[in-house]
């Protein structure tokens, strides 16, 4: 993945750019362009924060990080530019299917671009369905790659993503909580109270709770504990294979509509995902052993009605 000049394949561009639950849900189409073009050089472009994810997995062979410029970067606007069109790409499939990346279509002209496969005009391969917004991601996904002459698309398997938990000595009975979410959409959120009260209950059961997310959600972690001194707290500590081996070993997850569920669910762990009326999950729920709890207020959920929710292991 170092962009080394490669010669004699045919070159490959999947545009993904973020954020973790759609990288997630975009792995099984990534397996089925894979299988689809075997002898192909698979390049991915997408943001920093998932190069990780994306480098571990089996379905591409370089990554690109797009630099996102603003409209008045127009020197980075231009190195973008020779980046795609010096690519070489005979196909590009455009997993983001936004207003930036189909403008990528645009930037790549003028002249002979390259086969494309997303919702930009004029495109060889438009995903054009009129109800394509209203479609859950994975089918939505699906559907572009069979109009671009891809058949079955499988679901996704994290299988490969693998990582040794034995500095975090964990118990043999514990359960994933993920009480955070976007800083910018906080109605998505059940309250840190709520996954206190759902700590005290798993304890109760002999099942220790693990709290998991990121830096800046240390304060939700805090609030829990305050419940349930207990439970473990391993937020901002996790890599996105350590969050997926947690989830293999976990007898259950319960978390918001965030990211690492999706990732969680995508391992097999039995989860519980918590929606308000902030998000759809028609739309977008992770796929799996999966359970949705749904309020339009998230604090009007009761951590009885959670816990009632959870496997009957527990």
């Not at 045919?10 to 362009?33: M, T």
């Not at 490969?160 to 109605?187: C, E, H, I, K, N």
């Amino acid at each position: 993945m170092n962009g080394a000049e490669v010669t004699g394949a045919e070159r490959i561009l999947v545009i993904k750019l973020g954020a973790l639950g759609d990288i997630v849900q975009a792995l099984g189409p990534l397996a089925a362009i894979r299988r689809h073009h075997p002898r192909a050089h698979i390049t991915a472009l997408t943001t920093t924060p998932f190069v990780p994810l994306l480098g571990a997995s089996p379905y591409v062979d370089d990554i690109w990080i797009d630099p996102r410029p603003r409209a008045w970067q127009l020197g980075t606007w231009l190195s973008l530019r020779r980046k795609l069109r010096g690519g070489r790409f005979g196909r590009v499939y455009d997993l983001q299917t936004s207003g930036r990346s189909s403008f990528y279509f645009r930037l790549l002209g003028p002249g002979q671009r390259p086969e494309w496969s997303g919702i930009a005009t004029g495109g060889s391969h438009p995903h054009s369905n009129p109800r394509r917004d209203f479609m859950h991601t994975i089918e939505r996904q699906a559907e572009q790659l069979r109009d671009a002459g891809i058949g079955a698309v499988p679901p996704t398997d994290v299988s490969w993503l693998t990582a040794d938990l034995a500095r975090y000595a964990l118990p043999s009975r514990f359960a994933l909580l993920v009480p955070g979410g976007s800083a910018a959409r906080l109605q998505k959120r059940w309250p840190a109270a709520g996954y206190g009260a759902l700590a005290t209950r798993l304890l109760a059961r002999g099942v220790t709770p693990v709290v998991i997310g990121i830096a800046s959600e240390r304060p939700l972690a805090a609030t829990i504990r305050a419940s349930c001194p207990e439970a473990r707290d391993l937020t901002g500590q996790t890599s996105f294979a350590e969050i997926a081996a947690l989830a293999r070993q976990a007898k259950a997850a319960v978390g918001n509509d965030t990211g690492p569920m999706h990732l969680i669910a995508a391992a097999g762990c039995p989860s519980v995902v918590l929606f308000s009326a902030d998000s759809d999950p028609a739309l977008c729920a992770p796929r799996g052993q999966v359970t949705v709890l749904r309020r339009a207020d998230l604090a009007q959920l009761s951590a009885d009605e959670v816990a009632a929710a959870l496997p009957p292991v527990l």
